[in-house]
């Protein structure tokens, strides 16, 4: 991956400290995002951190920034507020689009999901929203100057301790959260929709990941995060977030491209169609009612958005093979309850030449009949499997006819 300064300005001219985490080669990018980070947090937070590069990993390049007043960013933290940090989003985007492009997924973690969600409505590209152990409103962060709000109702400005750090909290910050008390803006989010939360989550409760939900509209998902803490400190839950959200947002960061590449007329009866999805890798693969997705995984220079050649041979002999043995079954009234294959393929010395460099092609099948079967019946079964059509086809050693359409025009 490829680590990017980025520098812009907020709605007050003040320079506000950004990195871009791009993937390693520019045309394996599927989409822009941008991360907003929690509460008092900053953009090296570990969370942030991993889930941008994992995330550009796959394929999504995603900036993340310092709010107002943090981390490397100018400006003073207790002037700011959450509409600031809304702002802040907007102003980050518009400047994403005009030196790379507009940004198609928000990530929000934390009070930063409650940005996202509110930033959402005013950037046109967005198709896209995640959370992560987000609250549903901004308002919930309240109950942390609960000791401090007569000092701030009083003076106008407190000293609150959070984490490790003390910040200086006025009056005009609690003002402007009573403004976001409301769920509405998430019922009028005109985006995908992806929550993520753990149900252990300390500093913001499940609850509020429920809120969000039960608030939203179609299409929405939600993705436990179970047992992460609220920071996802460990390594392991902030990378499997990431391949959860790559994997989700997909669909939505490529929609016009994938719409583009359909088919323009009716393929003939068993006639399938691949198109490109990117300059590397990643492939669109159409049936007359299908659509699926080819790719490499990572450590091949692929963005891992889906099966690769080898696997969905595989997956397409072990289909066969596995339909094959229920017909039969079923046709026999074998008292088979599941079937399961699996597959590996690999390039292997040929017995007769253990000492030479010749190699063949080995595909190992191994099948778990499950069911009150004699053994009859299973080396049976065993036998049907080989006359899988797929099988049979592979064994035969099929004659493949190149030829070259002029796609010039």
Known sequence: MKKIKFEFNNANGESLAGLL??????????????????FTCGKDIAAASRISRALAARGIA??????????NSDGDFANSNFSSNIDDLVQAAQALQIQYQAPQILIGHSLGGAAVLAAASQLDSIRAVVTIGAPATAQHVKHLFKEQSAAIASEGEAVVTLGVREFSIRRQFLDDIDNYSSTDEIRQLDAALLVMHSPIDQVVSINEASRIYQAAKHPRSFIS?????HLLSRAADAEYAASMIASWASRYLESEQVKEAQPQA???????????????????????????RADEPLKYGGSDLGPSPYDLLLMSLGACTSMTLRMYANLKKLPLDDVEVRLLHERVHAEDCVDC????????RRITLHGELDAAQRQRLL???????????LENDP?????LIDGSG
């Not at 080669?25 to 941008?34: A, C, E, Y």
């Not at 198109?275 to 009612?289: P, V």
């Open 383 to 393: 036998e049907i499997a080989d006359r899988c059509p797929v099988h049979r086809t």
């Open 225 to 229: 995060l179970d047992g992460a803490d």
């Open 399 to 403: 004659q493949i006819v190149t030829e």
């Open 62 to 71: 995603v900036l993340r920034f310092d709010f107002t007043g943090l981390g």
């Open 21 to 38: 985490e791009m993937p390693e080669h520019d045309t394996g990018i599927t989409g822009f995002g941008l991360f907003a980070h929690c």
């Open 266 to 292: 009716d393929l003939l009866d068993g006639e399938v169609l691949i198109t490109e999805q990117n300059h590397r890798f990643l492939r669109g693969m159409y049936s007359n009612q299908h659509f699926l």
């Open 357 to 364: 460099d010749h190699r063949i092609e080995r595909i190992t």
